[in-house]
Nanobody, 124 residues
Framework: QVQLAESGGGLVQAGGSLRLSCAASGRALSMYGLGWFRQAPGKEREFVAAISRSGGDIVYGDPVKGRFTISRDNAKITVYLQMNSVKPEDTAVYYC?????????????????WGQGTQVTVSS
């Protein structure tokens, strides 16, 4: 069993920055790929970014490329999402995710584990 707890959401002005964190707990977490998804009101959940267990492979969704950066600290079993140059369309609930099958997390919206989510609101 894996538990994921997001933090760092809030209200930010367009063009500003925000850093999300997700602390993971459970067995063998260093074997899991970690990622972020988001869901805006009235829209489907959307892939944001993922990082492999070693950190050697990183993938971003097209809407955030060049603006967001995902990283992980395997000693703390924490994954981060640095959000820069945010836009009003980045407003959503952001969910942390984990899956031992990294490719499944990247290619589908169905990772094995989800966090509870943290709200990010970008004002114009």
């Amino acid at each position: 069993q894996v538990q994921l707890a997001e933090s760092g959401g809030g209200l930010v002005q367009a063009g500003g920055s925000l850093r999300l964190s997700c602390a993971a707990s459970g067995r063998a977490l260093s074997m899991y790929g970690l990622g972020w998804f988001r869901q805006a009101p009235g829209k489907e959940r959307e892939f944001v970014a993922a990082i492999s267990r070693s950190g050697g492979d990183i993938v971003y969704g097209d809407p955030v490329k060049g603006r967001f950066t995902i990283s992980r600290d395997n000693a703390k079993i924490t994954v981060y999402l640095q959000m820069n140059s945010v836009k009003p369309e980045d407003t959503a609930v952001y969910y942390c995710a984990a899956d031992v099958n990294y490719n499944r997390m990247v290619k589908s919206n169905t990772p094995a584990y989800w966090g509870q989510g943290t709200q990010v609101t970008v004002s114009s």
